[in-house]
């Protein structure tokens, strides 16, 4: 069983501390992914779960057995990288097949292993190819397999469809996907791209500068971010956020920096009287409603036709995006009102930042 | 670098032009005279040289001056010609090179793949000592080489020019390799490879260029070396540069120029082998060794 | 599961100390044989050693002799001419030969490596083809005598006051097509785009290059000019091969007086102290140098 445990996990170069502790588990045959900005860290980890990073503090163990001195080859893990990163000057089967030789691999077994790889990968009219003469995509799928062809236990992932165009990568992803479903193994998949997250992850890990932010399902994240971070990151377009404080008589009560006042709904959030709180809505959460209670102005309308965006700002300058289904009449230069459903209210303390859902 | 392709040409003039090309045609005439002198002058009777047209073809074409350079002329006190000398710098470049560039690719391997603290330091301690004037080292080594057992020996200018072309080919494989895909090690680590391994499969294959570079590069400095051979190997291990000298400036008997100019031909003559076969990587080698990778 | 453990502890420790133990011999000489080296030789021109290294300490006194003789005056003096003169003449023929072969020219691909072969050969070839070009009974002067021009001299390197300047001709002959591949790639290096807006702003050839083109060559200047001082101030072979620092001592450089002095005089401690200040002299120009490239690399 190859279930992957990391306990406290941090990574210093000299001083500077850039994995701060880290513990997660993920499951015999989860697929999780760590996503975050650039410089969280997520790369970093990933390689140290790889052993091509050593571990400063805490402990990363595979199944049972505790890897921290064990080499990167004898894990049971392969790696795709970013680049790829296929061996220039071997041809496609020489790079399937250079981690079984290490291993001692008889060749005849070698071969059966690749060609059936190559196979399943559809790449195997290019065994004899070098990867320059491959595709962005073949060349993708060349990595894959010589993940694939050593049978490892953990799957690693390190941004390996940030060089693919957009068309194509929507292809791989799901092609990775079935891969998973295919043969069912634990993998790990960094990425800083959410949509990449929310749609390939059993889990996801949000990490933000060398912290773990939240762990847990997409639409969990989705639905109950831990923090403002992550209300930010997760979901596209991004969250609308209103700075304001509860009314101190009545903490139900939000008046917004915007000028404007909102009953919060009773009951969800644990929010003090005359609290400084930030109030999250999602862009699909707004609508246009002459009743509503925030005063918006218009500043630039995209139609697409199916969908359509408004681009505004609060009285206060605050910026605001409203996803609207359909296609819509307000147009750039409008004063508009919006309503937000209750329920798709987030309530987050402006201080520290966490959320306030009860 | 040496992948030049676009002109930062400018709309000239046909009098502009002309100029350009006289000037230019002006400097390969410059270049090139020397070397024509020494051509034409060694195929000469030495009376056609004293008698005064440096320019003029031989009228009395002979291979006299060349034979004599080669196996008769006085060099020092023996009348050996240069053949030995140039069998030394034989000896001494082959292993000389060859220990100096495996060094520096492992070097440069370590240094850009297996980082360390303080490789920096380390790196640019093995830089600057690539432009130390070697008179600083002259007087501990001769004593050294001494105590070694190795002074005036083909060995002890092995070791010296192994311990100073070091420097330079590290610089080249360390700037090579830290342009070589850190991601590609990572693979072969995760692939299994050890240190070695990875060395030999993944880095070695696609270092052809850069070896070629190094090799000419010591293969030339080493050849042409002057300082140390006279300082540490003035007798019967002389390398070919000292022979020449000796050869050119002894003071005793007539100056047999059309020997002199053989001789010098000669000494050159594996260098420019090397230029006129492979000039491209001379270039990227100087290049390398004086701005950046 | 225990052995395997201590095995696979084995094979990390080996993995993590390979890389350092392979660097650990070049690492090893260069500590001994050239800063180990440096010191030494620091050391020695300390003492009063004339033939052999002697340990008694004399403090600065090698260093006050050192600027107190003649024969070192004319040496460095003799560098300040044949560094600058070196330096100035092949800037100017290298930046000159690059962009005129720069301008689209035909044959430049034949032009190019007449003008750098020079660079293959050795200084004691060089300074053989030189001394004899320029010899007057049998060079330059005899020959243009023969062909009729019976009132021209030029005995350079006979002469005690123009010596030094024969040094130059054959130095700059041996490295300025070197500085011109320097300043070619440079040249090459210069985005073609920003050429075409500047003629478009209408700039003239020669603000063309005075204003956009000269002033991007920065780099390649301050290469040049750190390798050429390096090269000049290390400059011995050439010397020896052509005139042997005479005639008298016209062409004495401190490379050459540094060797007569320890190894044909007898006086190591004053030959130590001229190798010191060549090395800082050196040092000035290669550290800053370098360590600006190093943290540009890094």
């Given at each position: 069983?190859?279930?992957l445990?990391?306990?406290?996990?941090?990574?210093?170069?000299?001083?500077?501390?850039?994995?701060?502790?880290?513990?997660?588990?993920?499951?015999?045959?989860?697929?999780?992914?760590?996503?975050?900005?650039?410089?969280?860290?997520?790369?970093?980890?990933?390689?140290?779960?790889?052993?091509?990073?050593?571990?400063?503090a805490?402990?990363?163990?595979?199944?049972?057995?505790?890897?921290?001195?064990?080499?990167?080859?004898?894990?049971?893990?392969?790696?795709?990288?970013?680049?790829?990163?296929?061996?220039?000057?071997?041809?496609?089967?020489?790079?399937?097949?250079?981690?079984?030789?290490?291993?001692?691999t008889?060749?005849?077994?070698?071969?059966?292993?690749?060609?059936?790889?190559?196979?399943?990968?559809?790449?195997?009219?290019?065994?004899?190819?070098?990867?320059?003469?491959?595709?962005?995509?073949?060349?993708?799928?060349?990595?894959?397999?010589?993940?694939?062809?050593?049978?490892?236990?953990?799957?690693?992932?390190?941004?390996?469809?940030?060089?693919?165009?957009?068309?194509?990568?929507?292809?791989?992803?799901?092609?990775?996907?079935?891969?998973?479903?295919?043969?069912?193994?634990?993998?790990?998949?960094?990425?800083?791209?959410?949509?990449?997250a929310?749609?390939?992850?059993?889990?996801?890990?949000?990490?933000?500068?060398?912290?773990?932010?939240?762990f847990?399902?997409?639409?969990?994240?989705?639905?109950?971010?831990?923090?403002?971070?992550?209300?930010?990151?997760?979901?596209?377009?991004?969250?609308?956020?209103?700075?304001?404080r509860?009314?101190?008589d009545?903490?139900?009560?939000?008046?917004?920096?915007?000028?404007?006042?909102?009953?919060?709904?009773?009951?969800?959030?644990?929010?003090?009287?005359?609290?400084?709180?930030?109030?999250?809505?999602?862009?699909?959460?707004?609508?246009?409603?002459?009743?509503?209670?925030?005063?918006a102005?218009?500043?630039?309308?995209?139609?697409?036709?199916?969908?359509?965006?408004?681009?505004?700002?609060?009285?206060?300058?605050?910026?605001?995006?409203?996803?609207?289904?359909?296609?819509?009449?307000?147009?750039?230069?409008?004063?508009?009102?919006?309503?937000?459903?209750?329920?798709?209210?987030?309530?987050?303390?402006?201080?520290?930042?966490?959320?306030?859902?009860? | 670098?040496?992948?030049?392709?676009?002109?930062?040409?400018?709309?000239?003039?046909?009098?502009?032009?002309?100029?350009?090309?006289?000037?230019?045609?002006?400097?390969?005439?410059?270049?090139?005279?020397?070397?024509?002198?020494?051509?034409?002058?060694?195929?000469?009777?030495?009376?056609?040289i004293?008698?005064?047209?440096?320019?003029a073809?031989?009228?009395?074409?002979?291979?006299?001056?060349?034979?004599?350079?080669?196996?008769?002329?006085?060099?020092?006190?023996?009348?050996?010609?240069?053949?030995?000398?140039?069998?030394?710098?034989?000896?001494?470049?082959?292993?000389?090179?060859?220990?100096?560039?495996?060094?520096g690719?492992?070097n440069?391997?370590?240094?850009?793949?297996?980082?360390?603290?303080?490789?920096?330091?380390?790196?640019?301690?093995m830089?600057?000592?690539?432009?130390?004037?070697?008179?600083?080292?002259?007087?501990?080594?001769?004593?050294?080489?001494?105590?070694?057992?190795?002074?005036?020996?083909?060995?002890?200018?092995?070791?010296?020019?192994?311990?100073?072309?070091?420097?330079?080919?590290?610089?080249?494989?360390?700037?090579?390799?830290?342009?070589?895909?850190?991601?590609?090690?990572r693979?072969?680590?995760?692939?299994?490879?050890?240190?070695?391994?990875?060395?030999?499969?993944?880095?070695?294959?696609?270092?052809?260029?850069?070896?070629?570079?190094?090799?000419?590069?010591?293969?030339?400095?080493?050849?042409?070396?002057?300082?140390?051979?006279a300082?540490?190997?003035?007798?019967?291990?002389a390398?070919?540069?000292?022979a020449?000298?000796?050869?050119?400036?002894?003071?005793?008997?007539?100056?047999?120029?059309?020997?002199?100019?053989?001789?010098?031909?000669?000494?050159?003559?594996?260098?420019l082998?090397?230029?006129?076969?492979?000039?491209?990587?001379?270039?990227?080698?100087?290049?390398a060794?004086?701005?950046?990778g | 599961?225990?052995?395997?453990?201590?095995?696979?502890?084995?094979?990390?420790?080996?993995?993590?100390?390979?890389?350092?133990?392979v660097?650990?011999?070049?690492?090893?000489?260069?500590?001994?044989?050239?800063?180990?080296?440096?010191?030494?030789?620091?050391?020695l021109?300390?003492?009063?050693?004339?033939?052999?290294?002697?340990?008694?300490?004399?403090?600065?006194?090698?260093?006050?002799n050192?600027?107190?003789?003649?024969?070192?005056?004319?040496?460095?003096?003799?560098?300040?001419?044949?560094?600058?003169?070196?330096i100035?003449?092949?800037?100017?023929?290298?930046?000159?030969?690059?962009?005129?072969?720069?301008?689209?020219?035909?044959?430049?691909?034949?032009?190019?490596?007449?003008?750098?072969?020079?660079?293959?050969?050795?200084?004691?070839?060089?300074?053989?083809?030189?001394?004899?070009?320029?010899?007057?009974?049998?060079?330059?002067?005899?020959?243009?005598?023969?062909?009729?021009?019976?009132?021209?001299?030029?005995?350079?390197?006979?002469?005690?006051?123009?010596?030094?300047y024969?040094?130059?001709?054959?130095?700059?002959?041996?490295?300025?097509?070197?500085?011109?591949?320097?300043?070619?790639?440079?040249?090459?290096?210069?985005?073609?785009?920003?050429?075409?807006?500047?003629q478009?702003?209408?700039?003239s050839?020669?603000?063309?290059?005075?204003?956009?083109?000269?002033?991007?060559?920065?780099?390649?200047?301050?290469?040049?000019?750190?390798?050429?001082?390096?090269?000049a101030?290390?400059?011995?072979?050439?010397?020896?091969?052509?005139?042997?620092?005479?005639?008298?001592?016209?062409?004495?450089?401190?490379?050459?007086?540094?060797?007569?002095?320890?190894?044909?005089r007898?006086?190591?401690?004053?030959?130590?102290?001229?190798?010191?200040?060549?090395?800082?002299?050196?040092?000035?120009?290669?550290?800053?140098?370098?360590?600006?490239?190093?943290?540009?690399?890094?």
């Open positions: 069983m190859a279930k445990d990391l306990r406290g996990v941090r990574k210093s170069y000299g001083s500077v501390e850039v994995i701060k502790g880290i513990d997660l588990t993920v499951d015999h045959g989860e697929f999780c992914v760590f996503v975050g900005p650039s410089g969280c860290g997520k790369s970093t980890l990933l390689r140290m779960i790889a052993g091509l990073e050593s571990i400063t805490g402990e990363v163990a595979i199944g049972e057995e505790v890897v921290n001195a064990i080499p990167a080859a004898d894990r049971g893990l392969a790696m795709v990288f970013q680049s790829y990163a296929l061996y220039p000057h071997m041809t496609v089967r020489q790079n399937l097949s250079f981690g079984l030789e290490n291993i001692q008889p060749k005849p077994q070698i071969r059966e292993k690749v060609e059936a790889v190559a196979k399943m990968l559809q790449i195997d009219m290019l065994l004899d190819r070098r990867p320059k003469d491959l595709s962005g995509g073949q060349r993708q799928r060349v990595a894959i397999g010589r993940a694939v062809v050593r049978e490892p236990n953990i799957f690693l992932f390190d941004e390996p469809l940030s060089n693919l165009d957009a068309e194509l990568r929507v292809d791989m992803r799901g092609e990775i996907a079935a891969l998973h479903k295919r043969l069912g193994n634990t993998m790990v998949y960094v990425t800083h791209d959410q949509v990449e929310m749609t390939m992850a059993d889990k996801i890990a949000v990490l933000r500068l060398g912290e773990l932010e939240q847990g399902r997409p639409l969990d994240l989705f639905n109950t971010p831990a923090n403002l971070f992550v209300a930010g990151f997760i979901g596209s377009p991004k969250m609308n956020f209103l700075q304001g509860t009314d101190a009545n903490r139900s009560r939000l008046i917004l920096d915007t000028g404007d006042t909102i009953d919060l709904p009773e009951g969800r959030f644990t929010q003090a009287p005359g609290q400084a709180v930030t109030l999250g809505l999602r862009p699909t959460e707004l609508q246009p409603d002459p009743d509503g209670a925030l005063h102005h218009v500043g630039a309308v995209e139609q697409l036709g199916s969908e359509s965006y408004l681009y505004g700002t609060f009285q206060n300058g605050t910026p605001v995006t409203v996803h609207n289904p359909g296609q819509t009449t307000i147009r750039p230069g409008d004063k508009v009102t919006l309503t937000a459903k209750s329920t798709a209210m987030h309530l987050f303390d402006t201080e520290t930042g966490l959320t306030l859902r009860a | 670098m040496s992948v030049a392709t676009q002109d930062t040409a400018i709309r000239t003039g046909r009098v502009t032009r002309t100029f350009i090309y006289v000037f230019l045609l002006v400097f390969a005439l410059f270049y090139l005279l020397p070397f024509l002198v020494m051509v034409l002058n060694s195929l000469k009777p030495l009376e056609e004293t008698s005064g047209n440096m320019i073809l031989p009228q009395d074409w002979t291979i006299a001056p060349w034979l004599s350079a080669w196996s008769t002329a006085q060099i020092g006190v023996e009348p050996t010609g240069l053949r030995p000398y140039f069998w030394n710098s034989i000896k001494m470049v082959v292993p000389a090179v060859a220990i100096s560039t495996v060094l690719a492992l440069g391997y370590v240094l850009t793949k297996w980082r360390f603290r303080f490789d920096t330091i380390l790196f640019g301690l830089l600057f000592a690539c432009f130390i004037p070697f008179q600083i080292v002259l007087i501990p080594m001769a004593r050294i080489l001494g105590e070694l057992g190795i002074a005036g020996t083909t060995t002890g200018l092995i070791l010296v020019h192994v311990v100073y072309g070091l420097g330079f080919s590290t610089l080249y494989f360390r700037n090579y390799y830290a342009a070589f895909p850190t991601e590609l090690v693979a072969a680590q995760i692939d299994g490879a050890g240190f070695f391994q990875i060395f030999w499969r993944i880095l070695l294959p696609s270092s052809g260029p850069i070896i070629v570079v190094c090799v000419i590069w010591q293969f030339t400095n080493i050849w042409n070396d002057f300082l140390f051979g300082s540490f190997a003035s007798g019967g291990a390398p070919m540069t000292v020449l000298n000796n050869l050119v400036n002894s003071s005793t008997g007539v100056a047999e120029y059309n020997v002199h100019f053989a001789g010098a031909i000669m000494a050159a003559g594996p260098t082998l090397v230029y006129i076969v492979a000039g491209r990587y001379f270039v990227r080698g100087l290049m060794g004086s701005v950046k | 599961m225990a052995a395997a453990d201590t095995r696979a502890d084995f094979r990390t420790r080996m993995q993590n100390w390979l890389p350092k133990i660097l650990a011999p070049s690492v090893t000489l260069m500590l001994i044989f050239v800063y180990g080296f440096i010191f030494y030789t620091i050391y021109s300390f003492t009063g050693s004339r033939m052999l290294p002697s340990y008694d300490w004399v403090g600065l006194r090698n260093y006050e050192l600027f107190r003789l003649s024969h070192w005056e004319i040496a460095i003096t003799n560098l300040g001419i044949f560094a600058s003169l070196y100035i003449i092949c800037t100017l023929i290298g930046l000159s030969l690059a962009i005129f072969l720069d301008q689209k020219i035909r044959g430049e691909g034949f032009l190019r490596p007449i003008y750098l072969y020079p660079m293959a050969l050795s200084f004691i070839v060089t300074g053989t083809a030189w001394k004899w070009l320029l010899d007057p009974g049998i060079g330059i002067e005899a020959t243009m005598q023969t062909w009729g021009f019976t009132e021209f001299t030029f005995n350079w390197i006979k002469d005690r006051d123009m010596a030094i024969t040094i130059v001709i054959a130095a700059v002959w041996q490295t300025s097509g070197f500085v011109m591949a320097m300043f070619l790639a440079g040249l090459r290096g210069i985005d073609n785009e920003i050429l075409k807006a500047a478009m702003d209408g700039a050839n020669w603000s063309l290059y005075r204003r956009i083109i000269i002033p991007q060559l920065r780099p390649a200047f301050l290469s040049a000019f750190v390798i050429l001082s390096h090269l101030i290390k400059s011995y072979d050439l010397v020896i091969a052509m005139t042997d620092g005479g005639p008298g001592r016209a062409t004495e450089l401190p490379a050459t007086f540094m060797y007569s002095y320890t190894f044909t007898n006086q190591m401690g004053i030959g130590a102290s001229s190798a010191v200040i060549m090395l800082m002299t050196i040092a000035a120009i290669m550290i800053p140098y370098l360590y600006a490239e190093l943290r540009e690399k890094k």
